[in-house]
T-cell receptor, first 110, second 111 residues
Framework: DVKVTQSSRYLVKRTGEKVFLECVQD?????MFWYRQDPGLGLRLIYF???????EKGDIPEGYSVSREKKERFSLILESASTNQTSMYLC?????????FGPGTRLTVT | QQPVQSPQAVILREGEDAVINCSSS?????VHWYRQKHGEAPVFLMI?????EQKGHDKISASFNEKKQQSSLYLTASQLSYSGTYFC????????????FGKGTKLSVKP
């Protein structure tokens, strides 16, 4: 079974803090994705990566950056967290078409 | 541009049927369907790769109409376990599986 794990299920941070969300997959997938999920807005792509050290902006990259130093790990970074970044963050990985999602991190910025 | 899903929400009794539609203003390469149960991660249901293709999974099937730039998900004789939010995702092209998802359709099946 493919497993995608995320470092925290719940996280509370203060405005202005630097926040790291970690995602690890164990199936040697080349493609990895970060989404945020907000009620009524669906899943919106923040960044994706199709290879180590490669990254592409998604639909809402502002305020975020990513890092992929190893194939299995894809990190999402909030350089200076703001309250409008309070959301559910989902990581996914894929080999080709089917995406496998992690359980999500619910981030609250106060 | 996000695909448009309709309806936004639907409530069914067990055994009833439902159709969820996914429309795009752009040409479709492929359509992917996912279901997310409450408090869980989205799970892949099926992918439709070419126009007119219909796929099925148990009593859940889908069609893909290239001309209309639309896909429909059919849930037949719904079960309680079908409850959740259904998302369609449209491929942006390329081999990386990069999708743009709709806003979702919340399906509630009552006993």
């Amino acid at each position: 079974d493919v497993k995608v794990t995320q470092s925290s299920r719940y996280l509370v941070k203060r405005t202005g803090e630097k926040v790291f969300l970690e995602c690890v997959q164990d199936m040697d997938h080349e493609n990895m994705f970060w989404y945020r999920q907000d009620p009524g807005l669906g899943l919106r792509l923040i960044y994706f990566s199709y290879d180590v050290k490669m990254k592409e902006k998604g639909d809402i990259p502002e305020g975020y950056s990513v890092s992929r130093e190893k194939k299995e790990r894809f990190s999402l970074i909030l350089e200076s967290a703001s309250t409008n970044q309070t959301s559910m963050y989902l990581c996914a990985s894929s080999l080709s078409a089917e995406q496998y999602f992690g359980p999500g991190t619910r981030l609250t910025v106060t | 541009q996000q695909p448009v899903q309709s309806p936004q929400a639907v409530i069914l009794r067990e055994g009833e049927d439902a159709v969820i539609n996914c429309s795009s203003s752009k040409a479709l390469y492929s359509v992917h369907w996912y279901r997310q149960k409450h408090g869980e991660a989205p799970v892949f249901l099926m992918i439709l790769l070419k126009g007119g293709e219909q796929k099925g999974h148990d009593k859940i099937s889908a069609s893909f109409n290239e001309k209309k730039q639309q896909s429909s998900l059919y849930l037949t004789a719904s079960q309680l376990s079908y409850s959740g939010t259904y998302f369609c995702g449209l491929s942006r092209g390329g081999s990386q599986g990069n999708l743009i998802f709709g806003k979702g359709t919340k399906l509630s099946v009552k006993p």
